[in-house]
T-cell receptor
Framework: DVKVTQSSRYLVKRTGEKVFLECVQD?????MFWYRQDPGLGLRLIYF???????EKGDIPEGYSVSREKKERFSLILESASTNQTSMYLC???????????FGPGTRLLVL | QKEVEQNSGPLSVPEGAIASLNCTYS??????FFWYRQYSGKSPELIMS????GDKEDGRFTAQLNKASQYVSLLIRDSQPSDSATYLC?????????????FGKGTTLSVSS
């Protein structure tokens, strides 16, 4: 079974803090993704990566950056957290383009 | 911007009935189609994938694909209260640079006992 894990289920941070969300997959997948999910807005792609050290912007990259130093690990960084970044953050991985994406359990982030 | 459209619902059906969830997509060259289920507060989990026109059955679930009409559906037979969740349709879009799958916003299904 594919397993995608995320470093925290719940996180509370202060405005202006630097926030790190980590995602690890154990199936040697090439592709990894970061989404945020908000009521009424669905899943919105923040960043994705098709290979180690490679990253591509998704639909809403502003205020975020990512790092993929190892194939199994994809980190999302909020450089200076703001209240409008309060959301559910979901990491996913897939073996190839247009293939099934497998999701981690999600991190619910609250920025005060 | 390529799109995937779903009726947000809620779709309410009684226990034992058939639930029919629908999805339309805008990119004619899409080739891969997925249905995910998401319980409240949880992450999406894959139910089914379908790649060819026609029906694909897996237990109580049947996915139907019609590429000419750009339409994909999910039928849930003998619906159970445990099927109450939001169902997300996802489609690949080769013409959209940099995006592997496009997700609809989901249809909320409520099954009453």
């Amino acid at each position: 079974d594919v397993k995608v894990t995320q470093s925290s289920r719940y996180l509370v941070k202060r405005t202006g803090e630097k926030v790190f969300l980590e995602c690890v997959q154990d199936m040697d997948h090439e592709n990894m993704f970061w989404y945020r999910q908000d009521p009424g807005l669905g899943l919105r792609l923040i960043y994705f990566s098709y290979d180690v050290k490679m990253k591509e912007k998704g639909d809403i990259p502003e205020g975020y950056s990512v790092s993929r130093e190892k194939k199994e690990r994809f980190s999302l960084i909020l450089e200076s957290a703001s209240t409008n970044q309060t959301s559910m953050y979901l990491c996913a991985s897939s073996p190839g383009t247009a293939e099934t994406q497998y999701f981690g359990p999600g991190t619910r982030l609250l920025v005060l | 911007q390529k799109e995937v459209e779903q009726n947000s619902g809620p779709l309410s059906v009684p226990e034992g009935a058939i639930a029919s969830l629908n999805c339309t997509y805008s990119d004619r060259v899409s080739q891969s189609f997925f249905w995910y289920r998401q319980y409240s507060g949880k992450s999406p989990e894959l139910i089914m994938s379908i790649y060819s026109n026609g029906d694909k059955e897996d237990g109580r679930f049947t996915a139907q694909l019609n590429k000419a009409s750009q339409y994909v559906s999910l039928l849930i037979r003998d619906s159970q209260p445990s099927d109450s969740a939001t169902y997300l349709c996802a489609v690949n879009s080769p013409n959209q640079a940099g995006t592997a799958l496009i997700f609809g916003k989901g249809t909320t299904l409520s099954v009453s006992s």
